[in-house]
């Protein structure tokens, strides 16, 4: 049962060494032990503070870039829409330049038409009168070959004329 309790004496040196022990680590152990823990909690506060910093730079960022793709989608937007614009106006006045081409192109195959027609018609014409003074002339040389045919003729044509 000795073994269980402890002399008075072995409490004292125990106390004396706790002591001892104590006024050495107080000394020289705790306050840089102390420090150190501040240190540590100010460099874990630091990082905290740097993180939510960052993270705050980074949604910051991230806003900014959003606006910069909306600006960037709406001037994209407003260059196609230009563009096809463009396109629509080209497209437009071409459809006209050749509508008016087109025009031009039939009122000259229409004139070219009306004077090709008139030379035909004067063709015809001359061509009527030129066969119809030949028939006059062969009828004429036929009826008028013997002399008692002309002067009927002419005794004919004479009654029919009035003489005023």
């Given at each position: 049962?000795?073994?269980?309790?402890?002399?008075?004496?072995?409490?004292?040196?125990?106390?004396?060494?706790?002591?001892?022990?104590?006024?050495?680590?107080?000394?020289?152990?705790?306050?840089?032990?102390?420090?150190?823990?501040?240190?540590?909690?100010?460099?874990?506060?630091?990082?905290?503070?740097?993180?939510?910093?960052?993270?705050?730079?980074?949604?910051?960022?991230?806003?900014?870039?959003?606006k910069l793709?909306?600006?960037?989608?709406?001037?994209?937007?407003?260059?196609?829409?230009?563009?096809?614009?463009?396109?629509?106006?080209?497209?437009?006045?071409?459809?006209?330049?050749?509508?008016?081409?087109?025009?031009?192109?039939?009122?000259?195959?229409?004139?070219?038409?009306?004077?090709?027609?008139?030379?035909?018609?004067?063709?015809?014409?001359?061509?009527?009168?030129?066969?119809?003074?030949?028939?006059?002339?062969?009828?004429?040389?036929t009826q008028?070959?013997?002399?008692?045919?002309?002067?009927?003729?002419?005794?004919?044509?004479?009654?029919?004329?009035?003489?005023?």
């Amino acid at each position: 049962m000795e073994l269980l309790t402890p002399d008075l004496g072995l409490i004292v040196w125990q106390l004396v060494v706790f002591g001892v022990l104590f006024f050495v680590l107080a000394k020289f152990a705790w306050k840089p032990i102390i420090a150190s823990l501040h240190e540590r909690e100010a460099s874990i506060e630091s990082a905290l503070e740097l993180a939510e910093n960052t993270r705050k730079e980074m949604a910051e960022l991230k806003a900014g870039n959003e606006k910069l793709l909306a600006a960037a989608r709406a001037e994209r937007d407003s260059i196609i829409k230009e563009a096809k614009e463009v396109s629509d106006k080209m497209i437009a006045e071409a459809r006209n330049e050749a509508q008016k081409a087109a025009a031009s192109e039939i009122e000259k195959a229409r004139v070219a038409f009306d004077q090709e027609k008139a030379s035909a018609v004067a063709s015809l014409r001359k061509e009527a009168a030129s066969l119809s003074l030949e028939i006059a002339e062969k009828v004429l040389r036929t009826q008028l070959a013997d002399r008692a045919a002309q002067e009927k003729l002419v005794s004919s044509l004479l009654a029919d004329a009035k003489l005023n």
